[in-house]
């Protein structure tokens, strides 16, 4: 819809990754790097929204912010960087910014802060403060997994679904917390009603106290409209507090008052507001060693400690890990448009024997790159690495039809990879894996297993064949 336009201040490969969900969702996107491409893309476009970085080569958006006040009617600005801190985003909102926020961006944030009144959410009647339309129940919900430790956090979650009880989801990284919190919201009677996430270590403490409790209109300078909190938004759903032991001890004390009294008092305001929220937690800490170092209060502890769901590592789950990778395997094979690719019994046994210090997101990830590098397959291990001393490109057996001269890189998932060669997909994994983190070169060998030096040869050998790479 072409009045559903925002505009995008930020290099390329930070905000591309949410261009698809933007155009399925019908809004519409402007990008620019300069004050001047962006005031014209305002002028013509006239977009409800700007999401701008705070500086780049050539541009500071507090000279937009300057535009802004000498303009009547100019988009609310939204800042958002990679790593914020607390006096930056003071700076910005003096100068007239809506609000700051940190990566990543997401459509489901972005869609909290477009205008309410938008072809796709009605505006509502004053006396009835809940969205017009309730997000429709899933007819499917899904987690993978067989052992007797997950089917116990199953049995458990769906025992206590329907209940208001808080439930306090604790697990290393990587092992699902928060799609247990949403198989919780999904078989509860709320499911019907938003749920609302939001992740406890990604704001400095009083932007997160806005973002959970709503401020005023002129509560703050850059406050210049009221602006409901998470509590409001998720209002008979379910509130997710993501890493909630990051959260500032003034800050729990508050939520301490509103688990309590289902009440909650907007920064700035003057009138308590009733909210009906299920309240969910995860943690990858101990939360009692917390509560005992005096990071965590007690009571705040007890009241979220309720039900508590432990999940296990994935190295614990035993024959879990192939079920979830022949999972994986189809969920990439159908994305990539290969057939569906088969397992040797070493690769089986590889992956039983890894310990799996990033658990099933690692999983995850190192089966996609398996995808990818196997070709016409079978997966085996050697495709699970890729770092220099352990891959080899020369040592496969190429399908007939990759003899032919290499296509171009795929521009998109469904272009046939399986008459690519191997050297081409390992290119189009490792320029995926750069577009996924932003261009961090760090993140990306991370992601890949390989390391920053391997990573940099690679790209520079792109470069010699003509590759444009920042």
């Not at 290099?11 to 996107?29: I, R």
């Not at 006040?69 to 007239?96: H, M, W, Y």
């Not at 509560?219 to 602006?227: P, Q, S, V, W, Y």
């Not at 070169?441 to 003509?466: D, F, H, M, P, W």
Request: hydrophobic content about 40%; proline content about 7%; overall charge negative.
């Amino acid at each position: 819809m072409s009045d559903r336009t925002i505009l995008f201040i930020a290099e390329p490969q930070a905000v591309s990754g949410v261009f698809p969900t933007l155009k399925e969702a019908g809004v519409q996107a402007g990008l620019a790097d300069t004050l001047a491409g962006a005031l014209n893309f305002i002028k013509k476009a006239s977009p409800l929204l700007i999401f701008t970085r705070p500086s780049m080569q050539g541009y500071s958006a507090a000279d937009l912010l300057a535009e802004a006040s000498e303009q009547e009617g100019f988009p609310p600005v939204i800042i958002f960087t990679k790593n914020g801190s607390t006096e930056e985003a003071q700076r910005f909102l003096d100068l007239g910014a809506r609000d700051y926020w940190l990566e990543p961006l997401i459509w489901d944030k972005i869609r909290l802060a477009l205008p309410r009144e938008t072809p796709e959410t009605p505006a509502v009647e004053p006396e009835d403060p809940r969205p017009a339309q309730r997000t429709p129940i899933p007819t499917r919900f899904q987690v993978i997994g067989k052992h007797p430790a997950v089917l116990r956090v199953l049995a458990l979650a769906r025992q206590v679904a329907r209940s208001k009880a808080t439930v306090l989801i604790s697990g290393e990284s990587g092992t699902g917390k928060e799609m247990i919190a949403r198989f919780l919201h999904h078989h509860s009677e709320r499911a019907a009603h938003p749920f609302v996430a939001i992740n406890c270590a990604a704001l400095p403490e009083h932007l997160l106290e806005s973002e959970l409790f709503g401020h005023e209109k002129g509560a703050f300078t850059g406050a210049i409209n009221r602006k409901p909190g998470r509590f409001e938004l998720a209002d008979g759903g379910t509130l997710l507090l993501d890493e909630i032991t990051e959260m500032d001890l003034g800050l729990q004390a508050k939520l301490l008052r509103v688990l309590q009294e289902g009440e909650i008092d907007r920064v700035g305001g003057v009138e308590t507001v009733r909210v009906d929220v299920r309240v969910l937690a995860t943690t990858n800490r101990n939360l009692e060693e917390a509560v005992r170092e005096k990071t965590f209060r007690q009571d705040l502890f007890y009241r979220l400690n309720v039900i508590p769901i432990k999940l296990p590592r994935l190295a614990e789950r035993g024959d879990d890990v192939l079920v979830l990778a022949d999972f994986f395997r189809d969920k990439y094979c159908t994305a990539y448009g290969l057939s569906r690719l088969a397992f040797t019994e070493d690769a089986k046994q590889w992956l039983l024997d890894y310990e799996w210090p990033g658990n099933v997101r690692e999983l995850q990830n190192l089966v996609e790159r398996a995808v990818l590098l196997a070709g016409s397959g079978p997966i085996q291990p050697r495709h699970f690495l890729m770092d220099s001393e352990s891959w080899s490109p020369e040592a496969e057996e190429l399908p007939a039809a990759a003899a032919d001269p290499a296509p171009a890189r795929p521009q998109t998932p469904g272009e046939a990879l399986s008459v690519m060669p191997l050297h081409e997909m390992e290119k189009a994994l490792i320029l995926k894996s750069l577009d996924e983190t932003r261009g961090n070169r760090t993140q990306a060998a991370e992601l890949l297993g390989i390391s920053v030096r391997t990573l940099r040869n690679k790209l520079n050998e792109y470069r010699q064949q003509g590759l444009e790479i920042d």
